[in-house]
Structure formats: C-alpha cells, structure tokens
C-alpha cells in the first residue's frame, strides 16, 4: 500500500495530469508525468478501466501488482511530480516481477535519462 502522502485521489489531478502531462508508453500501461504546482512527494493514480477486465478482482490485483511496484522504486523517484498509469489489456496474466520490471524500466526512462 503506498502511504497516504504519495496518492492521487481528486479527479482535479488526474485531469490535471492528463493536460499538463507528459505520456511514455510501454506495452502494458501509459505512464503520463505532471510537475506538481507546490514541490511535494511525488503522487501516483491508478486507472484501471473495465475494459480491461469485467471481474473487479482482476482489476484490483493489476492495481496492488503496480502499487507495490512503485513503492519498491518510491525512495528513488524526485519530488514535485504527479504520475498517472493507464492499464492497457496485456497487463493482464503478468507476474509480478514482469509488471516491476517494466515499471523500472519506464521509471529510469522518465527520470534518469
């Protein structure tokens, strides 16, 4: 579970980042990349739509699978960003080190390049 600080929950956000966003793409999700107004922890949602999946239970373990993995890399991520992943339909069916390894390769792309 990410802590409390470091979650997107107003729908203003997601907007937000949406607009302002910077998007990179990889086969399982889309990760799209804000600057925050104020200098914070940096904040993650999760959209995950029914497309995907019909069954609630898959969708809500593609979300835990990509929460822990984002909280694996949380320490290494800067400040004052908002991230937004989109779940595309190839996520379903992955393990867990598929889904972390992809992560950190889209994470090391957006930030350490």
Same mark, same amino acid.
């Given at each position: 579970? +990410? ?5 997107? #929950?107003d =729908?203003? =956000? ?5 607009? /302002? $966003? ?5 086969? %399982?999700f889309?990760? #799209?990349?804000?600057p925050?107004? %104020? ?10 739509? #029914?497309k %995907?999946?019909?069954?609630? #239970? @898959? ?5 835990? /699978? /990509?929460?822990?993995? &984002?909280?694996?890399k +949380?320490s290494?991520i800067?400040? $004052?960003? =908002? +991230? &937004?992943f @989109?779940?595309?339909?190839k996520? @379903? $069916?992955?393990?867990y ?6 992560v950190?390769?889209? +994470?090391?792309k @957006?930030?350490?390049?």
């Amino acid at each position: 579970m +990410l802590p409390k600080e470091n979650r997107l #929950t107003d =729908d203003y =956000d997601f907007r937000r980042v949406k607009r /302002l $966003g910077r998007s990179y793409h990889c086969p %399982i999700f889309k990760l #799209t990349v804000a600057p925050q107004k %104020i200098a914070a922890p940096p904040r993650f949602g999760f959209v995950i739509s #029914t497309k %995907i999946d019909k069954r609630a #239970t @898959v969708r809500n373990r593609i979300k835990r /699978l /990509l929460r822990e993995a &984002v909280r694996a890399k +949380l320490s290494r991520i800067p400040e $004052g960003f =908002d +991230l &937004v992943f @989109v779940v595309r339909p190839k996520i @379903v $069916g992955q393990s867990y080190e598929e889904v972390r390894a992809e992560v950190d390769q889209v +994470l090391s792309k @957006v930030f350490f390049d």
